[in-house]
T-cell receptor
Framework: AQSVTQLDSHVSVSEGTPVLLRCNYSSSYSPSLFWYVQHPNKGLQLLLKYTSAATLVKGINGFEAEFKKSETSFHLTKPSAHMSDAAEYFCVVSGSRGYNKLIFGAGTRLAVHP | KAGVTQTPRYLIKTRGQQVTLSCSPISGHRSVSWYQQTPGQGLQFLFEYFSETQRNKGNFPGRFSGRQFSNSRSEMNVSTLELGDSALYLC?????????????FGPGTRLTVT
């Protein structure tokens, strides 16, 4: 079965410092992996996706993630945090090959301090 | 292109009642998936419809049902509402039927059961 584990429920950074949100996955086949962001009282927005092409994936708003099969990880990074990055971030794996079923991690709440 | 729209945005119902939520996907998208988001359980997959057929179902009781129309619009219905059904219900649409494609989420319907 497919699953994802987000290793931190809360991450706090200062504006201008790097962001690292950690995610490990479990999959019985080559997975499709995604990161979504949810701002308060808003829907989910896709940041980036990995679908077995390049292992380093670039997304919107300066975010990127690296797929590491040997470590079963898909960590999200950003070189410099902005106040507007404060939100909840979800690591997601495609839950069923050939179907649009997403399995979400528990989420990481990112706080950005001035 | 207009995004995914969901109506209504907010709903208050009483225990035992039933409710119908509506989702209009992005134009041209044939897949619609539904998710429930609660503080305790996080984001959980309810079901997916593709070309008017339910292709995948999550672990929810039979009180949760859905359908898709020929124009790809979808509705989900919850009968005999329970307090625990209070949640944000999110709908997502995708242009294709496989899990490697992006899913775009609507803003959600906030259901409160009293």
């Amino acid at each position: 079965a497919q699953s994802v584990t987000q290793l931190d429920s809360h991450v706090s950074v200062s504006e201008g410092t790097p962001v690292l949100l950690r995610c490990n996955y479990s999959s019985s086949y080559s997975p499709s992996l995604f990161w979504y962001v949810q701002h308060p009282n808003k829907g989910l927005q896709l940041l980036l996706k990995y679908t077995s092409a390049a292992t380093l994936v670039k997304g919107i708003n300066g975010f990127e993630a690296e797929f590491k099969k040997s470590e079963t990880s898909f960590h999200l990074t950003k070189p410099s945090a902005h106040m507007s990055d404060a939100a909840e971030y979800f690591c997601v794996v495609s839950g069923s090959r050939g179907y649009n079923k997403l399995i979400f991690g528990a989420g990481t709440r990112l706080a950005v301090h001035p | 292109k207009a995004g995914v729209t969901q109506t209504p945005r907010y709903l208050i119902k009483t225990r035992g009642q039933q409710v119908t939520l509506s989702c209009s996907p992005i134009s041209g998208h044939r897949s619609v998936s539904w998710y429930q988001q609660t503080p305790g359980q996080g984001l959980q997959f309810l079901f997916e419809y593709f070309s008017e057929t339910q292709r995948n179902k999550g672990n929810f009781p039979g009180r949760f049902s859905g359908r898709q129309f020929s124009n790809s619009r979808s509705e989900m219905n919850v009968s005999t509402l329970e307090l625990g059904d209070s949640a944000l219900y999110l709908c997502a649409s995708s242009s294709a039927g496989t899990g490697t494609y992006e899913q775009y989420f609507g803003p959600g319907t906030r259901l409160t059961v009293t």
